[in-house]
């Protein structure tokens, strides 16, 4: 029987790697296809949950009626749910291609006419795959059951293994898998894991002895339900397994607003939370493995002490005044997550007693809560209250439980940790600040002008910074989106404007800039008169424009003029307008999700099509790794047969570089000389672009320091011309081996086709 053990944990640790691959692959395809918002990261997790709940009540029924005519007929069916699971690798993203060009006519991406219908796609998706997921649990419970009728604790045993296989999916899934291989590999990886346990399965089926019929479901109680180590009720274990499964997801949905300042947007940041997350939920299981053989498992008062003090870490150890350390945030998050990964085996060991529909329901319970607590978040407490707030709530869950539960007497140690809980939620109330907190911008002065906005998407601080006081308040105006800065006001973002529209004979009749930021090049363009159309993402970011220019009102009062709140490359394959400017400056990092999609070859076929015949495209690059610069440029390069590449600045001296502008057209587009520029501008568009340059400079010298800025485009492309950004193949994304081990002009960089 060891060897049975062995052999079904191995599977479970080769299952759960396979999910976490899907998991993590698909949220990123998911935002590819409906947005890179919250509500998409709520809805995922909160369909994959579903379908786990709904898998796991099902299969505890099945499980019982398969084992009373053998115990291979589990088995066997364990092994067609895995096979049906790698149907996911492929399924899942064509339904998603599906749904993305079937609401494109559903509106604004805000809008409910869109994010009711995109919700419900993308769970329908995902669900009926999760929920084979979810049937794996109870079927090869079913199975141990009817081979060892003694073990009552199969399923912390199954559970150990598929965390153990979820925190090693996670981290090589993002490490090694996507960098070497591309999204649509890499879900071809966790297919063939799949098939090899079906087939495994398989073999378990042969070996196993036929079960009598009705031994498989008939187990001794030789335990009452009303005297378990834990301490609870049936009712209030039962409650308690939702609560934590509702709270754990709403804090992990808070978790990725509140700690984007110290670990940004990208994938290594996601990979390293979740994996953080699974170690130490791992590290919880093992423990209680370990307590249950010894007989000493922990008090479920004490436990729940020990969860109202670890829930509240993450908010008091990460107040953005203390530090900006990545280690201390992940730190942060492994006792409530251990203490999680303890509980919820526990939990569910002491309800089912071995048997597999009892298993399936607890575990089914406590996923309905992770399938809520999502929504609850992403949609409800963090739009109205912010990051503090929604940890709170989460925090105040498990005191509610420790003064309700009737358990055991209330030892010292209970009494010092519900009250050193109670100390940590008075600091978590007055005195810590988040990046939402305006008082964490007021700087020594304490009078800095601050507005911040919350909506579903994000969280935006606007400010104007207190010091140095000496400056003038553009200089210190600052965007934070999510605690990170995104953009100021400079004159670059005048140029992204101004510099391709005196490319053009004719003035522009339609203008579109993609990523909104203060709304600089917005205004800019909207002094060369026709539509000038703005896509932002997120709708606090779009409602900031006032902040940082008085006449923003006067802007969006012109005809013509509009801001669209939607992803930006949604918004070009819904239109059907011709754009003579499109001019993107994408989010911060360039190693951010956001950005790969705005620099990939799929994305600049969708702009040819959006461009008029006399079109230009103005992709600002920021600057960075020298490979990710060559790939960008390489990519615009391979796209359009017309490139002009010029360096950007920051003051008109050119003193501080910054970026390259890429200028790109279907049509020969040649470098404009002064006299040009100075011809082609309105007189609007003039007191435009030297509105913020030093006093004394002329708009004829303006445009030196603009043109004399022009590289040849061949001196920014690689060596290796397959080099380059693609949907499936995020170069920029993706950079863990090649910057380790690889380095450049490794095979890591075919990306592109030659």
């Known amino acids: 029987m060891p060897r049975l053990h062995a052999t079904t944990f191995l599977l479970f640790v080769l299952s759960g790697f396979c999910g976490l691959v899907y998991q993590i692959v698909w949220l990123r395809l998911a935002f590819a296809a409906f947005g890179i918002v919250t509500p998409v990261l709520s809805i995922l997790l909160s369909a994959f949950m579903a379908g786990l709940a709904l898998g796991s009540w099902l299969g505890g029924r099945l499980a019982g009626r398969l084992v009373a005519g053998g115990a291979g007929r589990a088995a066997v069916a364990y092994g067609l749910v895995e096979w049906g699971i790698a149907l996911g690798a492929v399924v899942v993203p064509w339904v998603f291609g599906l749904g993305e060009q079937a609401l494109l006519a559903a509106g604004e991406a805000s809008s409910a006419g869109y994010l009711l219908p ?22 090869m419970m079913g199975f141990l059951r009817a081979r060892a009728p003694g073990d009552e604790r199969t399923f912390s045993w199954l559970y150990l293994g598929n965390v153990i296989g979820a925190m090693l999916g996670a981290a090589a899934t993002a490490a090694v898998l996507i960098e070497c291989l591309g999204f649509r590999s890499t879900l071809l990886v966790a297919a063939a894991g799949n098939v090899a346990i079906g087939l495994l399965a398989f073999g378990l089926a042969r070996q196993a002895a036929p079960t009598p019929a009705g031994n498989g479901t008939a187990v001794p109680r030789q335990v009452d339900r009303t005297a378990l180590p834990t301490g609870f009720a049936p009712r209030t274990r039962v409650a308690l397994l939702f609560a934590t499964g509702f709270t754990s997801m709403a804090m992990e949905v808070a978790w990725t607003r509140a700690f984007t300042p110290v670990l940004w947007t990208t994938i290594y940041a996601f990979a390293g939370v979740l994996t953080t997350y699974l170690f130490a939920t791992w590290l919880g299981s093992f423990f209680y493995r370990r307590h249950l053989r010894q007989g000493t498992t922990i008090d479920g008062r004490a436990m729940l002490a020990l969860l109202f003090v670890a829930s509240l870490l993450p908010l008091v150890l990460n107040d953005p005044r203390l530090h900006q350390s990545v ?5 942060s998050i492994v006792p409530i997550s251990a203490l999680l990964g303890y509980l919820t085996p526990q939990l569910i060991d002491e309800h089912a007693r071995g048997e597999p529909g009892r298993a399936g329901t607890a575990y089914a319970v406590n996923v309905f809560g992770c399938i809520l607590g999502p929504l609850f978040a992403g949609y409800l407490v963090l739009p109205a ?41 008075a600091a978590g109330t007055f005195v810590v600040r988040t990046h939402e907190d305006p008082a964490a911008y007021a700087g020594a002065t304490g009078d800095a002008k601050v507005e911040v906005r919350r909506d579903h998407v994000a969280s935006v601080v606007a400010y104007v910074a207190d010091e140095p006081r000496d400056g003038p308040a553009k200089d210190r105006m600052r965007m934070l989106v999510n605690g990170v800065g995104i953009t100021h006001l400079t004159p670059l973002t005048k140029v992204m404007a101004h510099l391709p529209l005196v490319l053009r004979e004719a003035p522009p009749e339609s203008t579109l800039v993609i990523c909104f930021g203060m709304g600089t090049t917005f205004r800019s363009l909207a002094t060369w008169g026709g539509r000038v159309t703005a896509v932002e993402l997120v709708p606090s970011v779009a409602a900031s424009f006032g902040f940082y220019h008085a006449d923003a009102d006067a802007v969006l009062a012109r005809p013509g003029s509009r801001i669209v709140i939607d992803d930006g490359r949604r918004f070009l394959k819904r239109t059907a307008e011709k754009f003579d400017l499109i001019t993107l400056d994408p989010p911060p990092p360039v190693e951010a999700a ?14 040819k099509a959006r461009l008029s015949p006399t079109g230009v495209l103005q992709q600002w690059f920021p600057g960075g790794e020298a490979a990710i610069s060559q790939a960008a440029v390489n990519t615009v390069a391979q796209a359009f047969p017309h490139v002009l590449v010029y360096r950007s600045f920051e003051t008109p001296e050119g003193a501080k570089e910054y970026g390259i502008h890429l200028l790109a057209a279907m049509w020969p587009i040649a470098p404009p000389t002064i006299e040009r520029a100075l011809a082609k501008m309105p007189p609007a568009a003039v007191t435009d672009l030297l509105e913020w340059v030093p006093p004394g400079i002329t708009h004829e010298q303006a445009w030196h320091y603009i043109l004399k800025m022009k590289v040849d485009l061949a001196s920014e492309l690689p060596a290796n011309r397959a080099l380059g950004i693609t949907d499936d193949r995020p170069f920029n994304e993706y950079f863990l081996l090649r910057r380790r081990l690889f380095g450049p002009g490794s095979f890591l960089e075919n990306t592109l086709p030659r």
């Open 118 to 139: 995109s919700a419900a796609w993308l769970a329908g998706a995902i669900l009926p795959f999760a929920t084979l997921m979810g049937a794996t649990f109870p079927l």
């Open 327 to 331: 280690p201390v945030v992940l730190a």
């Open 385 to 425: 209250l912010g990051v503090q707030w929604t940890l709170l709530a989460c925090a105040a869950v498990y005191p509610a439980f420790l003064a309700l539960a009737h358990t055991t007497t209330r030892t010292p140690a209970v009494r010092i940790l519900a009250t050193l809980g109670l100390l940590l939620a």
């Open 594 to 607: 956001g950005s790969s999609l705005l620099y990939s070859r799929e994305f600049y076929e969708v702009v």
